[in-house]
T-cell receptor, first 113, second 117 residues
């Protein structure tokens, strides 16, 4: 499994755009990149997933360069409720076999007024 | 989509007592199931995963065991709890039937906060 590296913590203010970058230098051809969000005392929840280029949904955007050795989660105009831990996860597509979901330490985002 | 039921939400147990945490899944069949533990302020540690009934894989040596007696039931157990078993335990599932070129998301339960005293 590709190992991921993220910043331990980030600080931001309400209304700003936040970009969290994850490094995964050993990503394999059939690996997908998924980001999860976890609030205190809750289980993580899925935010976004991508394979290459750019993916956007109603919550965030995910930018993946051509070499796929890193990815950036972009949260537009964060609010206080975006304060959470964000995990980057790399795992193979399910049709290639069982995907063991190994989470890293995540990035703790603190949004201040 | 899948729904994970996990109970109890909180549990305080004395050292040396047994443990049984249960997780059930709705909305899917033949899911991949996972048990994670999270220490205070730390990341998620994968403890066990299962790809089918009776099939359990352990990630780390520990005082815990897991069982999957039914397709959508996953149980975490211990015969004698240690202080170091305290933590936030999360059950998760992924569908196991993702389409080609896709990686389906994992769904998590609400967790059980275990305090061993």
């Amino acid at each position: 499994l590709a190992k991921t590296t993220q910043p331990i913590s980030m600080d931001s203010y309400e209304g700003q755009e936040v970009n969290i970058t994850c490094s995964h230098n050993n990503i394999a051809t059939n690996d997908y990149i998924t980001w999860y969000q976890q609030f205190p005392s809750q289980g993580p929840r899925f935010i976004i997933q991508g394979y290459k280029t750019k993916v956007t949904n109603e919550v965030a955007s995910l930018f993946i360069p051509a070499d796929r050795k890193s990815s950036t989660l972009s949260l537009p105009r964060v609010s206080l409720s975006d304060t959470a831990v964000y995990y980057c996860l790399v795992a193979p597509a399910e049709n290639t076999g069982f995907q063991k979901l190994v989470f890293g330490t995540g990035t703790r985002l603190l949004v201040s007024p | 989509s899948q729904t994970i039921h996990q109970w109890p939400a909180t549990l305080v147990q004395p050292v040396g007592s047994p443990l049984s945490l249960e997780c059930t899944v709705e909305g899917t069949s033949n899911p991949n199931l996972y048990w994670y533990r999270q220490a205070a302020g730390r990341g998620l540690q994968l403890l066990f995963y299962s790809v089918g009934i009776g099939q359990i894989s352990s990630e780390v040596p520990q005082n815990l065991s897991a069982s999957r007696p039914q397709d959508r039931q996953f149980i975490l157990s211990s015969k004698k709890l240690l202080l170091s078993d305290s933590g936030f335990y999360l059950c998760a599932c992924s569908s196991g039937t993702g389409s080609f070129h896709m990686n389906t998301e994992a769904f998590f339960g609400q967790g059980t906060r275990l305090t061993v005293v």
